[in-house]
């Protein structure tokens, strides 16, 4: 079965770095596209970018491009997004996705809540 | 910056046709991708490539696509499709971009 499972919620103060995983299996974790999505409280998804773990290529949203960095590890088939300095409006779930040949996101993790609070 | 803009909500009867649209300058020259999201659940994949439909989606969801306006179309509605739709695509400089979401209501 092919699954993307991502690590569990994390609450965290303002300032504090967070980097969170999306480790996938059952299928050729380096030959497909993983890509982020955000979704704020009561939001729709905004795409954050993408990652080709085969070569570690990157593509980011205009909107995301130096707010988060996102990386694989190709040894343990698992990708993540990371902050260096959160703030309360990264208060949001956030999901990785397979991306498929045809170009859709075919598979989801369940999906990581982030609170950032003081 | 590019957007796909969507209707906010659809409201529809059981067994009655639901259509939602997404309008965006690109989507004459690029695919639109249909995703089903409920309600604390990740989306699912419902249309891709403009009308295909991956393995397990019920026929009863179908796309087209025509100029700049993509549609879903979901034919004799149940009471389980009741969710928020996204439509998906592609700017020119290769970024991709949700649409704006549509709520769809059977009842």
């Known amino acids: 079965e092919v699954q993307l499972v991502q690590s569990g919620a994390e609450v965290k103060k303002p300032g504090e770095s967070l980097k969170i995983s999306c480790k996938g299996s059952g299928y050729s974790f380096t030959s497909y596209w993983i890509g982020w999505v955000r979704q704020m409280p009561g939001k729709g998804l905004e795409w954050m970018g993408i990652i080709y773990p085969g070569d570690s290529d990157t593509r980011y949203s205009p909107s995301f491009q130096g707010q988060v960095t996102i990386s694989a590890d190709k040894s343990i088939s698992t990708a993540y997004l990371q902050w260096s300095s959160l703030k309360a409006s990264d208060t949001a779930m956030y999901y990785c996705?397979?991306?498929?040949?045809?170009?859709?996101?075919?598979?989801w993790g369940q999906g990581t809540t982030v609170t950032v609070s003081s | 910056s590019y957007e796909l803009t969507q209707p906010p909500s659809v409201s529809v009867s059981p067994g009655q046709t639901a259509r939602i649209t997404c309008s965006g300058d690109?989507?004459?020259?690029?695919?639109a991708y249909w995703y089903q999201q409920k309600s604390g659940q990740a989306p699912v994949l419902v249309i891709y490539?403009?009308?295909k439909r991956p393995s397990g989606i019920p026929e009863r969801f179908s796309g087209s696509s025509s100029g700049t306006m993509a549609t879903l179309t979901i034919s004799g509605a149940q009471v389980e499709d009741e969710a928020d739709y996204y439509c998906y695509s592609t700017d020119s400089s290769g970024n991709y971009v949700f649409g704006t979401g549509t709520k769809v209501t059977v009842l």
């Open positions: 490539e403009d009308s």
């Open positions: 690109a989507l004459p020259k690029k695919y």
């Open positions: 996705a397979k991306i498929a040949a045809a170009g859709g996101m075919d598979v």
